[in-house]
C-alpha cells in the first residue's frame, strides 16, 4: 500500500473511511467515537477499505471527496488528487512575500480539480481569480467545485494551454502545481497513481518541461510586485542543477511535504 493523496499513513485514512461510510463530519473528532454504526454502515466501511486494498485505488477516488485547504472538494479520476503544500501558503495569504490587501488578481495554472484557485479566492475575498488547464476532462470537475462553493462570480474557469487564453491580463500571483514527473520516476510509480490522469504528472525526460513552459511567459502576466509559486516536489534537486543562478525561494511547509519554490517578478528578468 502507498499512501500519498492527501494523506501518508494508514490511521489517518482508516479516520476518512470511517467517517465517510458513518456519514460524520471530521470536525467531530473524540465526540464521534461512541457512536454505534448500523450493520449497513459497518459493512460499508468493509467494502471501502476492500477496494482500497485490493484495486490501489486513491480513497479519495472511492469517496469522491479530498480536503484542501479547509475546503471539502468532488474529486474523481479525471483530476489528480489535490494534495498540494501550496495549501498552507494559501492559507497564509502568501505572507510576507506579498501584501495581501494589495492582491487583486490571482492566476491558477494547471487548476485540475479548482483546487488552488477556489482556496485562493476564499483566501482572498477581494481578488479574482482565473483558473486555466489544458484538459476539458479536469475543468469539468473544476466547474462543478466552483458552483459548490458559490464562487462563480469570482473565478473564472478557462481552457488553456498555460498561458495561451489569458491574452495580456496580468497577475499579483500566478501559482501552479504542474507536471513535474520524469520518465524513469513514472515507470517506477506506485500502483495508487497510475489510476490519476497522466496529464497531470509526466513532464518529460526530466520533469521539467512544465516548468520551462511557465518560465518562459510567467513574467510577461505578473504586475511588477507579482510572484510566481510552483510546486516541483522531489524534482527540486533537477531544477537547481538546470537553473544554478535563479534566486529561489524555498518556503518552510510546517504541515509536510516541500518542493515548492516562489519567485518575484523581478527575478524572472
Not at 524534482?235 to 518542493?259: Q, Y
Request: charged share 25%.
Amino acid at each position: 500500500m502507498h499512501f500519498g493523496h492527501g494523506t501518508d499513513n494508514a490511521r489517518d485514512e482508516a479516520a476518512e473511511i470511517v467517517f465517510f461510510a458513518a456519514g460524520l463530519e471530521h470536525a467531530l473528532g473524540v465526540c464521534a467515537y461512541a457512536k454505534i454504526l448500523t450493520a449497513a454502515r459497518r459493512a460499508r466501511i468493509d467494502a471501502l477499505l476492500e477496494r482500497r486494498i485490493a484495486l490501489r485505488i486513491p480513497l479519495a477516488y472511492l469517496t469522491r471527496r479530498s480536503f484542501f485547504a479547509g475546503l471539502e472538494l468532488y474529486v474523481d479520476a479525471r483530476v489528480l488528487v489535490p494534495r498540494s503544500p501550496i495549501a498552507e501558503l494559501v492559507l497564509q495569504r502568501f505572507a510576507p512575500w506579498i501584501n495581501p490587501r494589495r492582491v487583486r488578481r490571482i492566476l491558477d495554472v494547471g487548476t485540475g480539480s479548482g483546487a488552488i484557485a477556489l482556496a485562493c479566492a476564499v483566501a482572498f475575498p477581494k481578488a479574482r481569480v482565473d483558473a486555466v488547464d489544458v484538459s476539458v476532462a479536469a475543468l469539468q470537475v473544476a466547474r462543478r467545485n466552483q458552483r459548490r462553493l458559490g464562487l462563480q462570480k469570482r473565478v473564472r474557469i478557462l481552457r488553456s494551454d498555460y498561458f495561451a487564453a489569458v491574452g495580456d491580463c496580468r497577475y499579483d500571483i500566478i501559482v501552479s502545481n504542474p507536471p513535474y514527473v520524469g520518465r524513469a520516476e513514472m515507470r517506477a510509480l506506485p500502483r495508487e497513481y497510475r489510476h490519476e490522469p497522466r496529464l497531470g504528472l509526466a513532464s518529460g525526460a526530466d520533469g521539467l518541461n512544465a516548468v520551462r513552459a511557465i518560465f518562459a511567459a510567467a513574467r510577461r502576466h505578473l504586475t511588477r510586485d507579482g510572484i510566481l509559486v510552483v510546486e516541483v516536489g522531489n524534482t527540486e534537486c533537477t531544477l537547481l542543477r538546470t537553473f544554478p543562478t535563479m534566486p529561489f525561494i524555498w518556503p518552510d511547509i510546517g504541515m509536510g511535504g516541500g518542493g515548492v519554490f516562489l519567485l518575484r517578478a523581478e527575478d524572472l528578468d
